[in-house]
Structures are given as C-alpha cells and as structure tokens.
C-alpha cells in the first residue's frame, strides 16, 4: 500500500508561481512513477505532468509546458510541481498519482494510487 499526501495548494494572483509537493509513504517501490493530475468543477480529469521515479524522465501536458515543471527527491519519496506563470484556467484540484508499470501515462486509469488533492486557485 503506498499513501500519498499533495501539499502545496493555495490562492495565487495570475502570473503567480506555486510548488505542490507529493510526499509518498508506506510500501514504496523504486520502479513507479508518478503523475499529476487536476480536475476542474464540471470539467473531466485533465493529465498534467508525470515522471519516472529512478531515471527522472518527465512528460507534461500540452496545456502546461513551458510553464510547469516536474521533480522529484527520491531521498524523501517526493514529488514537485512547479508551476509558473499561473494562468485562471489552471485553477482545480490537483492530485498527486502513483502508477507500478514505471512508465509516464497521461491515461488515470494506469495509476493505482492517489492522493486526496490540493486546491489551486488562480485569480485574474
């Protein structure tokens, strides 16, 4: 069993800058990766970036590159999401994701564990 627990969220101006952290705990193993995710009011779960646990190779979402970024500290079993130049669109809560097959998946239904999520909110 893995536990996630997102931190990070809060209410930031447009153009502002937040880092969400993704502490995991509990059985961890070094071949998962790890994945973001957010969902909007009334708005399906949108893949934002992923990452590979060991090799940290990253993927991000179209909607996001160049403006977030995703690391992670394997010495604390944790996961960032840096994210800048904050647009009102990017407000949801975002999850924080585990998936055992090691590879970067924009599909949720690859991961099996998640975090309860952390509130960012944009204001314009």
């Known amino acids: 069993q893995v536990q996630l627990v997102e931190s990070g969220g809060g209410l930031v101006q447009a153009g502002g800058s937040l880092r969400l952290s993704c502490a995991a705990s509990?059985?961890?193993?070094?071949?998962?990766?790890m994945g973001w995710f957010r969902q909007a009011p009334g708005k399906p779960r949108e893949f934002v970036a992923a990452i590979n646990w060991s090799g940290g190779n990253t993927y991000l979402g179209d909607s996001v590159k160049g403006r977030f970024t995703i690391s992670r500290d394997g010495a604390k079993n944790t996961v960032y999401l840096q994210m800048n130049s904050l647009k009102p669109e990017d407000t949801a809560l975002y999850y924080c994701?585990?998936?055992?097959?090691?590879?970067?998946?924009?599909?949720?239904?690859?991961?099996?564990?998640w975090g309860q999520g952390t509130q960012v909110t944009v204001s314009s």
């Open positions: 994701a585990a998936t055992l097959t090691g590879m970067l998946k924009r599909n949720g239904a690859y991961y099996d564990y």
């Open positions: 509990g059985r961890t193993f070094s071949s998962y990766a």
